[in-house]
């Protein structure tokens, strides 16, 4: 989980409310995008080390993207004390609570536009606003955007089709069979949520599954310090076992944590081959098979929605360039949060802290050495 050591009370940059030229109304030394627990981590650090920062999230209340999720979600992780696996509920007000202990300057409701380069620094658009800045740590997650597959507009449209971010609760779905459309995590907690009042189909490869039963006590203090010590040293992006680790989690997703096949069979739950395609206006599988179903869960992902940064640190595919967070391709912008960014662990709460750390860390450090202005993402 986060550091919960006290801190001092952050102090404003001088500079941060005088009105600048070229349209820029306010400047501040560092903006961090995302109040979530990157951009709230992020925050903690920086505020260690007396440095001035906003952090801007799009929510009007902070938790929003853990208190948006289903219902009944729960942690696989259990609290550090108590032994309980905490709700999504939980984790929200968690963060909540560490905004305020911590008196992080979070500004809600400030959807950020685009990033780009001033020539000296960085130019954040955000509605009206217009924030230079010296330094900018996107802690949004490079997964936001909802990703379902483009054979979901040739369905019947009297089928009922929601994305896992859109699923809260079983009353949402029509009588009438589900088909979930992958296999993971997501899609196994909600199979067996919807198969206690609904015939349920469960679509996709088999990922593996971790071997115990995560409530025992054993798993509590023995399992999970193995996986945590793995997640966070072990994994990483320095190691053979860790890049090649990086890679499957990118190409076939994580093994079920909670749920296991055995649980699936035993509740009812069809396991079914990959969803391919679609017949007079339902799904067809990948052995052909037809389903017939008044409801779809599309259990598939999230897409890598970067496209309001406006400048040169992206791939062929689209993905960030940086190493451990830091873009070389401009200096000054940080990411905290992503995917396996050096571990593992680096997008979840145990690992997002010690990243977020060493961006501090070299933030700091970079003041004292700046490097060279960047280019804008060219055309």
Known sequence: MLRRRPVPRFLLDER????????????????????????LAAGYHLAERGRPFMILDASTRIGTSWRDRWDSLVLFTPARYSGSFPTKDDVADYLEQYAVRFELPVRRGVHVD?????????????????????????????????????????????????????????????????????????????????????????????????????ETAFARHVVFRIVRFLGLHVLTVRTPMG??????????GGPLVRVKPKDLSAAGVARVPRTVGVREGAPVLDDGNVIDVTNVIWCTGFRQDLSWIDLSVFGEEGEPVHERGVAPGAPGLY??????????ASDVLPGVGRDAAYIAKVLVERRSYPEPAFAARSA
Do not use: C
């Open 335 to 344: 990411f905290v949060g992503l995917p396996f960014q050096y571990a593992a």
């Open 243 to 252: 890049r090649k680790a990086r890679q499957k989690l990118a190409s076939h």
């Open 16 to 39: 941060r409310m005088e009105e600048a030229v070229d349209g820029i109304t306010e400047r501040i030394e560092t903006v961090i995008i995302g109040g979530g627990q990157a951009g």
């Open 114 to 214: 685009q990033v780009s380069g001033d020539g000296s620094g960085f130019l954040v658009r955000a509605g009206d606003l217009r924030i230079g800045a010296e330094n900018v740590i996107v802690a949004t997650g490079a997964n936001r955007e909802p990703r379902v597959p483009v054979l979901a507009e040739q369905l019947d449209p009297a089928i009922v089709q929601l994305h896992s971010s859109e699923y809260r609760r079983p009353s949402q779905l029509r009588e009438g069979g589900v088909l979930i459309v992958g296999a993971g995590n997501s899609g196994a907690d909600i199979a067996m949520e919807v198969v206690r009042d609904h015939p349920t189909w469960l679509s996709g490869p088999d990922t593996g599954h971790v071997p115990v039963r995560i």
